[in-house]
């Protein structure tokens, strides 16, 4: 029988990614919104490692008690097709998705390209190899997304070659520095290297352009393409979690999405803000994550 008073004491939110990232920031907005609402304290505890694996595994693991709560990431229907971890989506209890980043491609300032299209046919007529690219480890999600988007263009995904990172900031300043070529991230990552002058973005593989980056147009706008793959994150429990339990934290956080801190807070970041309560969560992870499989077989990643 679930206590009245749920939530009786600070609640932990495990982020699998370290301090700094995207999903951190995404993280923090929503536990900052969702405190308000819930009136307790949201501990955001950073796990970072094994491309995900060790949080997604921690948050698996923790008593379903609604006490510790994890902020579950597109990686979670990834890793178990690449064979990094038995984990999948039905290893917890979905409450609601608050966040989608859609990527952007990248390049440095003083590159010869102006549209994605040009950048695209001099990586079909140069030689395989030409170009790297990263933006995460190998078999990520900007590195899968990227590897889609080259299917969707004709281009065999290995014609370019990826360099593993540990996420998009570091590989924004291997870009400037002239290391890599291209970064495919979401933009609010590649945001500070694109004020300061030192990289611009070709396109946005996504629905509609970026609020924040309105110049930069959608890759349907610039080669007509229907491709759109990136990140999404939201708030999950451990299997088993009590429903009651569920219900108040889902009531909790669609009145925290709703919000202006956190509304505010996304926007003012650049993130992209997306909603689907328990139910659609559920569903979504499941379609979801037999669309990355194909993508991750279609790679050659599929373990």
Avoid: C
């Amino acid at each position: 029988m679930v206590m009245a008073a749920y939530p009786e004491k600070p609640i932990q939110l495990i982020v699998p990614w370290a301090a700094g990232g995207g999903s951190d920031a995404a993280a923090r907005g929503i536990a900052a919104a969702l405190e308000e609402q819930l009136k307790t304290t949201i501990n955001v505890v950073n796990r970072p490692g094994g491309s995900g694996v060790v949080g997604h595994t921690a948050m698996a693991a923790a008593k379903p008690d609604g006490y510790t709560l994890g902020f579950i990431t597109g990686e979670l229907n990834m890793l178990h097709w690449q064979g990094l971890t038995k984990l999948s989506h039905e290893d917890f209890t979905p409450i609601a998705m608050t966040n989608y980043d859609y990527p952007g491609v990248q390049i440095a300032a003083n590159a010869p390209y102006d549209t994605v299209q040009s950048l695209l046919q001099a990586i079909k007529s140069k030689p395989k190899g030409t170009f790297k690219a990263s933006g995460t480890g190998l078999g990520g999600i900007w590195h899968i997304a990227f590897a889609g988007l080259l299917l969707d263009q004709g281009i065999a995904p290995d014609h370019i070659t990826w360099i593993p990172s540990q996420g998009a900031a570091p590989a924004m300043v291997e870009l400037a520095a002239g290391s890599v070529e291209i970064v495919p991230s979401s933009v609010p990552e590649a945001r500070s290297m694109i004020d300061a002058g030192k990289a611009k973005g070709l396109a946005v593989v996504a629905p509609q352009r970026n609020p924040s980056f309105p110049d930069i147009p959608t890759l349907k706008e610039a080669t007509g393409s229907n491709y759109i793959l990136g990140e999404w994150r939201g708030v999950a429990g451990p299997k088993g979690m009590d429903p009651e339990v569920v219900a108040t934290l889902e009531k909790a956080l669609d009145a925290a999405y709703q919000s202006d801190t956190y509304q505010s807070f996304m926007k003012k970041q650049g993130f992209g803000v997306e909603w689907r309560n328990a139910t659609d969560f559920k569903e979504f992870l499941k379609t979801n994550n037999a669309y990355m499989g194909g993508i991750i077989e279609k790679v050659g990643l599929k373990k």
